[in-house]
């Protein structure tokens, strides 16, 4: 049997393949793995048996025959660790694209996030014209560093791997923002992990839902 994996019922970024599903969505179109999708609405989410697959009651879930994971970065991380095509073979190049996992989820996408919670929920406070400059300044920084480390190369360490599809992911957020646009190299690599085919096909896989959902 395929993996199930979770996702939205009716995906909040309105088919911009922004959902955590798309991570897990393209990591298991990379190396070929056919998978089943079960959808589930903000409310089964937080409900006892969906809770039981993931304790924080989000998405996505990942089932197995009788493996249950969540979080993307673990996701991802056993679906290259099982099929080739997401880790280098070299065992100290397999330990740098692990490393890079790491840096996108715990060191390049939090200030990223928190600037949206920002921009999503507290727009509303007297303080908040004056923290936005506070947190992509942090944003900046991060960018700065990792455009540094990218250089000219197309990916960050040799040939694309699960670093830089969970990095793209992570970028992605910042689509269309100045803060992004400042670093042409990391439009450019957002742009080449786009262009990849099995980018597309979870891509449209994940638009099919919101355009189903919303009667388009």
Same mark, same amino acid.
């Given at each position: 049997m395929p993996p199930i994996i979770t996702a939205f019922e009716s995906s909040p970024d309105r088919g911009r393949g922004q959902a955590r599903d798309m991570r897990v969505r393209w990591a298991l179109?990379?190396?070929? $793995?056919?998978?089943? *999708? !079960?959808?589930v609405s903000f409310s089964e989410m937080k409900e006892p048996g969906h809770r039981a697959l993931h304790p924080f009651g989000q998405i996505p879930t990942y089932e197995e025959g009788d493996l249950a994971l969540?979080?993307?970065?673990?996701?991802?991380?056993?679906v290259a660790e099982r099929h080739a095509g997401l880790l280098p073979d070299a065992a100290h190049a397999r330990a740098r694209a692990i490393a890079w996992m790491f840096a996108a989820l715990n060191t390049v996408e939090p200030p990223?996030?928190?600037?949206?919670?920002?921009?999503?929920?507290?727009?509303?406070?007297i303080w908040h014209r004056e923290r936005m400059?506070?947190?992509? $300044?942090?944003?900046? *920084? !991060?960018l700065e560093e990792l455009?540094?480390?990218?250089?000219?190369?197309?990916?960050?360490?040799?040939?694309?791997?699960?670093?830089?599809?969970?990095?793209v992911t992570v970028l992605r957020r910042l689509a269309g923002s100045p803060v992004l646009e400042a670093?042409?190299?990391l439009v450019a690599y957002v742009a080449?992990?786009?262009?990849?085919p099995a980018f597309?096909?979870?891509f449209a896989a994940q638009l099919a839902v919101f355009t189903a959902s919303s009667g388009l």
């Open positions: 179109e990379e190396v070929g $793995q056919p998978y089943g *999708v !079960r959808l969540f979080e993307t970065g673990a996701i991802v991380l056993h990223i996030v928190e600037r949206e919670m920002a921009f999503y929920l507290e727009r509303d406070r400059p506070i947190l992509e $300044q942090r944003i900046r *920084v !991060r455009s540094t480390r990218l250089g000219d190369g197309p990916w960050l360490d040799g040939a694309f791997s699960a670093g830089d599809l969970l990095m670093y042409p190299n080449r992990g786009e262009a990849r597309e096909r979870a």
